[in-house]
T-cell receptor, first 117, second 112 residues
Framework: GAVVSQHPSRVICKSGTSVKIECRSLDFQATTMFWYRQFPKQSLMLMATSNEGSKATYEQGVEKDKFLINHASLTLSTLTVTSAHPEDSSFYIC?????????????FGPGTRLLVL | DQQVKQNSPSLSVQEGRISILNCDYTNSMFDYFLWYKKYPAEGPTFLISISSIKDKNEDGRFTVFLNKSAKHLSLHIVPSQPGDSAVYFC???????????FGKGTRLSVIA
């Protein structure tokens, strides 16, 4: 199967600090990775799409200067929440689309719970 | 405007019976549909998918049916097991390298 990992799984930080979340595709190359956010009892909200070697495409309403995305390689994308505030507390999930093959299925990481105090 | 709709926020089914989760979509350009299962505080897990050129895909206890004329798909789980209790998301993809569009999910509870 296709495995996507996220690190850390849980982070608690003080308001004003920056938090970096890593997303790795462990057994396949991902030309495209996606970052989602989920609020309690809500659906997945797409934040941005990142393609390896190029700038991320952000969804409307998502601040690109606040949520920095870097897709440095075919197996790694990072999301940095800069100057985090309590309203940024959420469940962040990354997803990777396998390069080649069918390419349609997105595989999700286990998620990162961010709590900003 | 919600392009993928899961109109039932929750569903309860007895163990051993069939669970039917429904999903409607509005964009006729969608060419690939997927179902994901999600437990609390975990990422979604891919379950099963179907291409728009097919009307049925089966994998073990899971079957997805697609009715393109009605823009409707459904996920059948039979027999339902308590471990199937989770939130199920329907997702669709327009052609090309575009992100999936998700429904809001249906919470399935399988009662022993």
């Amino acid at each position: 199967g296709a495995v996507v990992s996220q690190h850390p799984s849980r982070v608690i930080c003080k308001s004003g600090t920056s938090v970096k979340i890593e997303c790795r595709s462990l057994d396949f190359q991902a030309t495209t990775m996606f970052w989602y956010r989920q609020f309690p009892k809500q659906s997945l909200m797409l934040m941005a799409t990142s393609n390896e070697g190029s700038k991320a495409t952000y969804e409307q309403g998502v601040e690109k200067d606040k949520f920095l995305i870097n897709h440095a390689s075919l197996t790694l994308s990072t999301l940095t929440v800069t100057s985090a505030h309590p309203e940024d507390s959420s469940f962040y999930i990354c997803s990777a689309r396998r390069a080649g093959g069918l390419g349609e299925t997105q595989y999700f990481g286990p998620g990162t719970r961010l709590l900003v105090l | 405007d919600q392009q993928v709709k899961q109109n039932s926020p929750s569903l309860s089914v007895q163990e051993g019976r069939i669970s039917i989760l429904n999903c409607d979509y509005t964009n006729s350009m969608f060419d690939y549909f997927l179902w994901y299962k999600k437990y609390p505080a975990e990422g979604p897990t891919f379950l099963i998918s179907i291409s728009s050129i097919k009307d049925k895909n089966e994998d073990g206890r899971f079957t997805v049916f697609l009715n393109k004329s009605a823009k409707h798909l459904s996920l059948h789980i039979v027999p339902s097991q308590p471990g199937d209790s989770a939130v199920y998301f329907c997702a669709a993809r327009p052609s090309g390298n575009t992100p999936l569009v998700f429904g809001k999910g249906t919470r399935l509870s399988v009662i022993a």
